[in-house]
């Protein structure tokens, strides 16, 4: 896939937060996502589940071509079998999509395809292509799609588990990732998603990651502006 000005834009703020939206008040979505627009942040996070992939179900294309913002769009798909289904998230205006390394035998093929398509937003943005590795599967399942991504998704819990506690060994298969991207000489984003708090926020800045996707931190207390202004602060200070 060309460089492409999503992944320019993204890359630029980092380090940097995906704030998860799904945890907001979904009642007054417009009046949440103001807030947010109104911090340094340039990408919303969606956790997408079938309820096949993961036993929850949450939200699909609809809720997301809904959402009416000019920050980034950035899915996550823990949904069986992406083929065929990746079409609808773009068209519904996803920026960043990003797929799970045991939702098919090959995603290869998908992430390919999904390297074709127009972003819905802005024709000359792109898109950003993720693959997510869960905390039981090698890191060396990755090497067949380096050439494939932009972004690489570590999870800090197991696949579905919505606000369980940060997997202490994340940060050993961070590492891992990292040396890897490094070795393959490849220009990929890192990121970690799952059981990030304020509580150990530092703790994850310290592994150095280009993004953390964070949902129910952000909204914590009513207060998403305090808390991405904090979580923000910790991850830059680290990254000087």
């Not at 939206?21 to 009642?27: E, F, R, V």
């Not at 898109?127 to 905390?135: D, K, M």
């Not at 800090?156 to 060994?169: H, M, N, P, Q």
């Amino acid at each position: 896939m060309p460089a492409n000005k999503a992944f320019h834009l993204l890359r630029a703020s980092c380090p940097t937060i995906s704030a998860g939206i799904l945890p907001a008040d979904l009642m007054n979505l417009s009046s949440q996502l103001a807030l947010l627009e109104a911090t340094p942040l340039k990408a919303i996070h969606f956790d997408v589940m079938d309820g096949c992939f993961v036993p929850r179900l949450t939200v699909g294309p609809p809720f997301i071509r809904a959402v009416k913002t000019h920050l980034l769009k950035d899915v996550h798909l823990m949904i069986q079998e992406p083929e065929g289904k990746v079409a609808d998230y773009v068209q519904a205006g996803a920026d960043l999509i990003t797929l799970h390394l045991k939702s098919s035998k090959d995603l290869r093929p998908v992430l390919q395809e999904l390297g074709g398509m127009e972003n819905q937003n802005d024709p000359q943005r792109g898109l950003i292509r993720g693959v997510a590795i869960c905390p039981e599967t090698p890191v060396e399942s990755l090497e067949p799609l380096l050439d494939y991504v932009e972004m690489i998704l570590v999870l800090g819990v197991s696949l579905g588990a919505i606000g369980r506690g940060f997997i202490e060994s994340t940060g050993e298969k961070f590492a891992q990732v990292k040396k890897l991207v490094s070795a393959a000489k490849r220009e990929i984003l890192l990121c970690i998603d799952g059981g990030v708090k304020r509580e150990n926020i530092s703790q994850i800045a310290e592994l150095g990651p280009d993004i953390v996707a964070s949902g129910s931190a952000i909204f914590a207390g009513g207060n998403p502006e305090e808390n991405i202004s904090y979580m923000l602060n910790v991850l830059r200070s680290r990254a000087r």
